[in-house]
């Protein structure tokens, strides 16, 4: 079956817009989560959303938001950007985002960059 | 989370085992060890977790000291595929979190 699909894989905007990206989990998977990756700060995590809901969430200003759909897809969005928002945002998918065999599954990733 | 140390980098040749360390000296009892790897532009990969006995599975053996401190992930037969970064991980499995700390992971160089 399909893997993780993130649009768009590349993206440039300029200080003080606003981004929305996408994410397309495996058939069948209910839990989205997004991390952002940098040279500096590696993989961190910032949300996770189960069921619409969002259900955790890392430790990142309330410019990073997100949402999920009834169909499981799901949309992150970045306002008011700033320089160090530069990264890959990656998004992963799992049947139900926890217990012991529930592996997560991580899309290609949508490379921003913040002029 | 339990915070994992890794080594930065090591090598080894094409087509011997790469063995990779983990030391998790304070994981708790209910903390399983993932692995994941990254290879160079891709999202991570899940590679194979485990709680204290040895797992097996088609990519890579997992080895974990009897306790538990330490793991060990091993590919049996490295290919130039195989350089990436390898991230540690140890977590809970059960519960509402599913969050995945990652660490800065080792960086494997499959040499010809």
């Known amino acids: 079956k399909a893997g993780v699909t993130q649009t768009p894989r590349y993206l440039i905007k300029t200080r003080g817009q606003q981004v929305t990206l996408s994410c397309s989990p495996i058939?069948?998977?209910?839990?989205v989560s997004w991390y952002q990756q940098t040279p500096g700060q590696g993989l961190q995590f910032l949300f996770e959303?189960?069921?619409?809901?969002?259900?955790n969430k890392g430790n990142f200003p309330g410019r990073f938001s997100g949402r999920q759909f009834s169909n499981s897809r799901s949309e992150m969005n970045v306002s008011t950007l700033e320089l160090g928002d530069s990264a890959l945002y990656l998004c992963?998918?799992?049947?139900?985002?926890?217990?012991?065999?529930?592996?997560?599954?991580f899309g290609p990733g949508t490379r921003l960059t913040v002029l | 989370d339990a915070k994992t140390t890794q080594p930065p980098s090591m090598d080894c040749a094409e087509g011997r085992a790469a063995n990779l360390p983990c030391n998790h000296s304070?994981?708790?009892?209910?903390?399983?060890v993932y692995w994941y790897r990254q290879i160079h532009s891709q999202g991570p990969q899940y590679i194979i977790h485990g709680l204290k006995n040895n797992e097996t599975n088609e990519m890579a053996s997992l080895i974990i000291t009897e306790d538990r401190k330490s793991s060990t992930l091993i590919l049996p037969h490295a290919t130039l595929r195989d350089t990436a970064v390898y991230y540690c991980?140890?977590?809970?499995?059960?519960?509402?979190?599913?969050?995945?700390?990652f660490g800065k992971g080792i960086t494997l160089s499959v040499r010809p």
């Open positions: 992963a998918s799992s049947w139900r985002g926890q217990g012991i065999d529930n592996e997560q599954f």
């Open positions: 304070t994981i708790s009892g209910n903390e399983y």
């Open positions: 991980i140890v977590r809970v499995a059960d519960g509402a979190n599913s969050k995945l700390t």
């Open positions: 959303y189960f069921s619409e809901t969002q259900r």
């Open positions: 058939s069948g998977h209910r839990s």
